[in-house]
């Protein structure tokens, strides 16, 4: 189930560009457009739940499972010891883990093609 209006569904469907660093049959994680920091990942159910509690709860554990995993790689490639997570759904009406590297200064776009590689080269 997609919602035609949401613009996390449409980057599940490639209708719109984003820095993808993983990908599985149910999952999607890829960089904000606006970041917190370098690396700043969302990972999101490709189904359409609007709030992470709306997410059956197999669904949802893979879901930590798989930001635990990106923070532990964040951890690793932005050399830092602290990365943050908090979950979204109210600007964008789809559920979504943020995951970010401590400490919170704005990242900049020019970067989230080389922040994305460090995050999939150390998957």
């Known amino acids: 189930m997609q919602d035609n209006n949401c613009v ?7 209708e ?5 660093v993983y990908e599985d049959d149910n999952l999607l994680a890829f960089l904000s457009i606006n970041p917190f920091g370098p690396g ?3 990972v999101i159910p ?9 997410i059956p709860e197999e669904e949802s554990m893979e879901l930590f499972r798989i930001a635990r995993k990106i923070a532990l790689t964040q951890k690793k490639a932005f050399g830092t010891e602290v990365v943050c997570g908090k979950i ?6 789809h559920a979504h883990f943020w995951v970010y590297p401590e ?10 093609k080389s922040n994305a ?6 998957l």
Request: net charge positive; with cysteine; proline share 9%.
């Open 88 to 93: 979204e759904g109210k600007e964008v009406p």
């Open 103 to 112: 400490p919170e200064t704005p990242g900049d776009r020019k970067d989230l």
């Open 40 to 42: 700043h990942t969302l």
């Open 46 to 54: 490709k189904k359409h739940y609007h709030w992470i509690w709306d």
């Open 16 to 20: 719109i560009p984003a820095e993808i």
């Open 8 to 14: 996390f569904c449409k980057i599940i469907n490639k």
């Open 117 to 122: 590689e460090k995050i999939r080269n150390n």
